[in-house]
Nanobody, 124 residues
Framework: QVQLVESGGGLVQAGGSLRLSCAASGRAFSNFPWAWFRQAPGKEREFVASIEWSGGSTNYADSVKGRFTISRDVAKNTVYLQMNSLKPEDTAVYSC?????????????????WGQGTQVTVSS
């Protein structure tokens, strides 16, 4: 299996920036695309952004296009999410996971290793 550790969250004012990291240990799902998701209190988990592990093609939710950038470091087995121009509605717990495809961002069968996530709070 794979162990995921998300970090980089915090409290920031609207308009500010944060950079999230997701470090994956183990080689399971190493060739899959990876994605960031977020879950606000009382809401379902939603897709944020995805990236091909090789080649770097990306996909974004409409709500974050132009503000967030997903990237990965193959050597470090780490996925990043640069978040700029943050809004209060971006407040959520952010988590990462492998997905079946960047345009079909659902975890593959057999994945059940969600990390603890990292809290992002944007104040107005």
């Amino acid at each position: 299996q794979v162990q995921l550790v998300e970090s980089g969250g915090g409290l920031v004012q609207a308009g500010g920036s944060l950079r999230l990291s997701c470090a994956a240990s183990g080689r399971a799902f190493s060739n899959f695309p990876w994605a960031w998701f977020r879950q606000a209190p009382g809401k379902e988990r939603e897709f944020v952004a995805s990236i091909e592990w090789s080649g770097g093609s990306t996909n974004y939710a409409d709500s974050v296009k132009g503000r967030f950038t997903i990237s990965r470091d193959v050597a470090k087995n780490t996925v990043y999410l640069q978040m700029n121009s943050l809004k209060p509605e971006d407040t959520a717990v952010y988590s990462c996971a492998p997905v079946r495809a960047i345009l079909y961002p659902h975890p593959p069968p057999g994945f059940n290793s969600w990390g603890q996530g990292t809290q992002v709070t944007v104040s107005s």
